[in-house]
């Protein structure tokens, strides 16, 4: 089965600068990669996700790169502020669409922007 | 809109109890999911219900079991507590389409502690 590694688990960063969080995968043939951001006491709520026909993607100050041949993908966070203290968990999974279809998570890493 | 909603919040057993753990999603989602969260190890999959009446495992499903009562809800029962079930646990849902992934959307977990 496919196993998502993610690094680095802590990762402390002053507040205005860029944090960059990164996780390799096993099965090539994965091809969907969303990444969720968990507040203290609450459920994963999804940030941003990738497709594997797409090398990066940017949603205002958090963008995904993937690269399909290293089989990684990396979150970058840009002008980090206070409420971006979270803990953040990568993902991957195997074709779309079905329903029998399971995400693998990584460990996740537990982000501090120090004000 | 309430998304996923799961009862209890907390709970607190001792060992040898059962339980039921309930899960509703008001999204109109074909699939639904429960994992268990322990520190340093992610979200791993428990069981999963990729449509009404049907159910499988996932990563780790002994010592539980599950029912897809409706569309709407997903149970995940405890027979006979044990300390190292002792977790949060989330319940997630998605529409399930054939040409692209959907991803899964959380609940805020019921934190459950065996004594």
């Known amino acids: 089965g496919e196993n998502v590694e993610q690094h680095p688990s802590t990762l402390s960063v002053q507040e205005g600068d860029s944090a960059v969080i990164k996780c390799t995968y096993s099965?090539?043939?994965?091809?969907?990669f969303p990444w969720y951001k968990q507040e203290l006491g609450k459920g994963p709520q999804l940030i941003i996700d990738?497709?594997?026909?797409?090398g990066e993607k940017k949603d205002q100050r958090i963008a995904v790169t993937l690269n399909k041949t290293a089989k990684h993908f990396s979150l970058h966070i840009t002008e980090t502020q206070p409420e971006d203290s979270a803990v953040y968990f990568c993902a991957a999974t195997l074709r779309p669409g079905a329903g029998s279809y399971q995400l693998t998570f990584g460990k996740g890493t537990k982000l501090s922007v120090i004000p | 809109n309430a998304g996923v909603t799961q009862t209890p919040k907390f709970q607190v057993l001792k060992t040898g109890q059962s339980m039921t753990l309930q899960c509703a999603q008001d999204m109109n989602h074909n699939s639904m999911y429960w994992y268990r969260q322990d520190p340093g190890m992610g979200l791993r999959l428990i069981y999963y219900?990729?449509?009404?009446?049907?159910?499988d495992k996932g990563e780790v499903p002994n010592g539980y079991n599950v029912s897809r009562l409706n569309k709407r809800e997903f149970s995940l029962r405890l027979e006979s507590a044990a300390p190292s079930q002792t977790s949060v646990y989330f319940c997630?849902?998605?529409?399930?389409?054939?040409?692209?992934?959907?991803?899964?959307?959380f609940g805020d977990g019921t934190r459950l502690s065996i004594l």
């Open positions: 997630a849902s998605r529409v399930t389409r054939d040409t692209q992934y959907q991803p899964q959307h």
């Open positions: 990738i497709r594997s026909n797409v």
């Open positions: 099965d090539s043939a994965s091809n969907y």
């Open positions: 219900s990729a449509s009404e009446g049907t159910t």
